[in-house]
């Protein structure tokens, strides 16, 4: 099957909800606010042409209808505020501030409509994959199903809006990076403790968000603690704040919980070689990295910038390495333009990348289902040459188990924005 056609396939026509008879009847009348009815009379209705009265859509399950017909004015929902503390409350009602924000609003580049409209999806397709995603399924299958919502309700236009990168399905001692390619048998299990991390992007503003599932009670503590550090991670976030200080907030709330796992009390240690970052327009690491630990890093973070605040917990060592196959791949941000390769296929390849992605990280799967076959051998070069990134899954030691919560958070003039909250997370 065409892969245009599977998107299209029991795609509904507008799904639209009519007004009740009550309601109308409100309208015209005197509004009945309880919906008892009121007095008990009912009123006279006047015989008129009875039109359908569109008031409300709804979303498909699974969802299929693109988010602009849910929001025609092109505004998105404004994601959880936090107001600066300390040298920075001014800025909540300071009217320079608030002057900069109109003009930001008013720039189709720059608006957080961009941001906003990519957090929305990614509520809506985190919300649907919390319900399906059951052990038995294969990896494959969830990435894909992820990756269709996302694709379907961003509208996915070339690199106008899309997925932001490629999604994480990392397993148990695994934290990040590890997404299925093509052939990968690997099934979920009733003992996994899964991330899912999946990117959404609107003209080039990446939503970054993840969460951690799992099926036995065993490891519910150990999702608190990530959880509530996540939390005091974008508490700690702010104009002026050192990253040291961030990481710091991070690690005394991590490292404050224990997980009992068959009667021995086990520490939650946060990964001390994994970090939350900033992100720029088509650059999911945008420069600046914060760390999960106490460190000396005096880097401020800056009026304006996007970051993505995550956390990862682990029962083990508390540092990863790198094991198994790659999967997540990306164009160098800063790399060269115009490489001198050998490869006639490597060249070709850059190409493709170059039209599909860009910048942004794209897996294996991402090239087969354009098309691209024997990749292989021009990906390495690509990757050797220091043109391409690969990002190895990230693991901690066997038997251990890890988790993630992340959020994107914006560093407004006025005040801090957790765009991706939801009510799940
Ligand atoms: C890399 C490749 C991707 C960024 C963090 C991350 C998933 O570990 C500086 C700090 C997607 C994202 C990234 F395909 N990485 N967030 N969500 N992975 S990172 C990093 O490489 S670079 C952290
Ligand atoms: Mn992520
Ligand atoms: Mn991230």
């Not at 404004?78 to 608030?98: C, L």
């Not at 409209?117 to 509520?123: D, F, M, N, P």
Request: proline content about 5%; aromatic content about 6%; hydrophobic content about 30%.
């Amino acid at each position: 099957m065409a892969i245009t056609d599977k998107f299209q396939e029991d795609i509904p026509d507008v799904v639209e909800v009519e007004d009740h008879d009550e309601n109308e009847e409100a309208e015209e009348g005197a509004p009945d606010v309880t919906g008892t009815g009121g007095d008990g009379k009912k009123k006279k209705k006047k015989k008129k042409t009875k039109k359908k009265k569109p008031v409300g859509l709804v979303q498909t399950d699974p969802p299929r209808i693109g988010l602009s017909k849910f929001f025609p004015d092109g505004h998105y929902p404004v994601g959880e505020i936090q107001e600066y503390t300390d040298d920075n409350a001014y800025r909540t009602t300071s009217e320079e501030k608030r002057y900069q924000e109109r003009m930001i609003l008013e720039d189709p580049e720059e608006t957080y409509d961009n941001i906003r409209r990519a957090a929305e999806v990614h509520r809506l397709v985190r919300r649907h994959a919390r319900q399906w995603i059951k052990p038995g399924m294969s990896m494959t299958s969830i990435a894909e199903t992820i990756e269709e919502g996302t694709r379907t309700l961003v509208e996915e236009n070339g690199l106008e809006s899309g997925i932001g990168f490629p999604t994480g399905l990392s397993l148990n001692n695994c934290a990040a990076h590890y997404s299925p390619n093509a052939g990968d048998t690997l099934v979920l299990s009733h003992g996994d403790v899964l991330k899912v991390d999946f990117g959404v992007h609107v003209k080039g503003r990446i939503l970054d968000s993840a969460f951690t599932l799992t099926w036995e009670p065993t490891y519910n503590k150990l999702l608190e603690a990530v959880k509530a550090s996540t939390n005091a991670g974008i508490r700690a976030a702010g104009i002026d704040v050192r990253l040291g200080d961030v990481g710091a907030a991070i690690q005394e709330v991590m490292e404050s919980y224990e997980v009992e796992v068959g009667s021995k009390m086990i520490p939650v240690k946060s990964i001390e070689n994994l970090s939350g970052h900033s992100i720029g327009p088509y650059q999911i690491h945008g420069g600046k990295s914060v760390l999960l630990v106490k460190n000396r890093d005096q880097t401020k973070m800056e009026e304006g910038e996007y970051y993505a605040i995550e956390t990862f917990g682990s029962t083990g060592r508390g540092t990863v390495i790198e094991e198994g196959d790659c999967s997540h791949y990306a164009k160098i941000f800063d790399g060269p333009t115009n490489p001198p390769l050998r490869l006639t296929s490597a060249k070709s390849l850059l190409k493709t990348i170059n039209k599909n992605f860009g910048t942004l990280p794209f897996c294996r799967r991402y090239l087969d289902r354009i098309g691209e076959s024997k990749y292989l051998l021009a990906l390495n070069h690509l990757v050797s040459q220091g043109v391409v990134q690969d990002y190895l899954p990230l693991c901690d030691i066997r038997g251990s188990m890890t988790a993630q919560f992340e959020h994107t958070i914006l560093l407004r003039p006025t005040v801090k924005e957790v765009v991706s909250r939801g009510d799940d997370y």
